[in-house]
């Protein structure tokens, strides 16, 4: 017998859907630890904005790996070091539109809320041009018009999208009277399921459910920077992140508490993955500060070292020209730095790229 497809509740659902006493313990543990995030990441340190930076590119990586993508940190840096695009492969080209992506939305909603209309552009981001893999012709930007499949799951009819994501926007912004009282950790949960229950779009459903996360904690001012990013942790656990996300489509009690539960200790999870790894990036900042001052301690030096800590794989060329130092100046600074095993060429006779791998493999780590 063939599957109908599934027809959503609409938002809010009946809180009676959700065990709160299940719960409770994980969602204090989950403020607490974005908490210990945001003060990190807000800090006055110089090391807070590359981190936004580094975990962006992660972020992007990760969500796009959990469709796929066979690429790695080191291509998406090199993708970045004044190589050509036609160097690019189309796996890395996915990772650098996904960074587009966040950022367009981190912007936009600065000021506006989170619409349709910005789904939807964030959607043709992620799709547009000739180098994007996809499943089938079709619009980018645009919601569905036939009906789509994703493993057991029937999404609802294409006619009903339309009117399923318009009840979905109201909940995000809380309009009239769509405001259920559960505090924003636990909504993102339930909007992010949704989203995905109603796949709207005919490809990239996955890549901007994951965008929508971040930026609606952003919105609701649970997080300082718009770069929290919880798609590695989901892309660790993906097997049980769709089965529990399918959980969700039993509209039971028991779908939706594990669901919460799962999203509350990725939270966790990644909330102190990222503190570590500003911790760690702290110290690095500080062993190769000492390093580089007793080489020549000059204003030209700091910006050396900002800059690599920002492009951890670069050219010379861009080293001139992110830094204002000029060229020939730029040349003796690279080889101190290679003579201090501080940074590795790759060797190449042309277009000689440099790799600060320290900081490379804590990306890796």
Not at 149 to 175: C, F, Q, R, S
Not at 332 to 344: D, M
Request: hydrophobic share 35%.
């Amino acid at each position: 017998m063939s599957k109908m497809p599934f027809e959503p509740l609409t938002l809010p659902i009946d809180k009676s859907l959700i065990d709160l006493s299940q719960i409770i313990t994980l969602f204090g543990r989950a403020e607490s630890k974005i908490g210990e995030f945001n003060q990190k990441i807000s800090s006055k340190q110089y090391c807070a904005g590359y981190a936004a930076s580094h975990l962006a590119k992660m972020e992007s990586l990760y969500s796009t790996k959990i469709e796929g993508t066979q690429t790695t940190i080191d291509k998406v840096y090199e993708a970045e070091a004044d190589v050509k695009e036609k160097e690019t492969s189309i796996d890395t080209e996915e990772v650098l539109r996904y960074g587009y992506a966040l950022s367009a939305g981190a912007k936009v909603i600065e000021d506006n809320p989170i619409t349709c209309r910005l789904l939807k552009r964030l959607h043709k981001i992620l799709l547009s041009g000739e180098r994007v893999r996809k499943n089938s012709d079709f619009q980018p930007g645009e919601f569905r018009t036939q009906q789509n499949m994703v493993g057991d799951h029937i999404p609802p009819i294409a006619i009903k999208v339309e009117d399923l994501m318009g009840n979905l926007e109201n909940y995000i912004n809380t309009a009239y009277n769509y405001d259920d009282g559960l505090p924003p950790l636990i909504k993102i949960a339930i909007i992010h399921a949704q989203f995905e229950t109603i796949h709207p779009f005919p490809d990239g459903n996955g890549r901007v459910g994951r965008i929508l996360i971040p930026l609606y904690l952003y919105k609701e001012k649970v997080i300082s920077s718009p770069f929290f990013l919880i798609s590695q942790e989901l892309e660790k656990n993906k097997i049980k992140y769709y089965n529990y996300l399918q959980g969700t489509r039993s509209k039971t009690t028991l779908g939706f508490t594990e669901w919460i539960q799962f999203f509350l200790t990725a939270t966790i999870n990644q909330s102190q993955k990222d503190i570590d790894f500003i911790e760690s990036l702290e110290r690095l900042h500080n062993r190769t500060h000492e390093k580089m001052a007793r080489l020549r301690n000059t204003v030209n030096y700091e910006k050396v070292l900002n800059f690599i800590f920002e492009n951890p794989i670069f050219t010379i060329s861009k080293l001139a020209s992110c830094t204002g130092i000029p060229r020939s100046t730029v040349g003796s600074y690279v080889r101190s730095l290679e003579e201090q095993r501080i940074i590795f060429s790759d060797q190449k006779q042309r277009n000689r790229n440099y790799y600060f791998i320290e900081l490379l493999d804590l990306l890796k780590s």
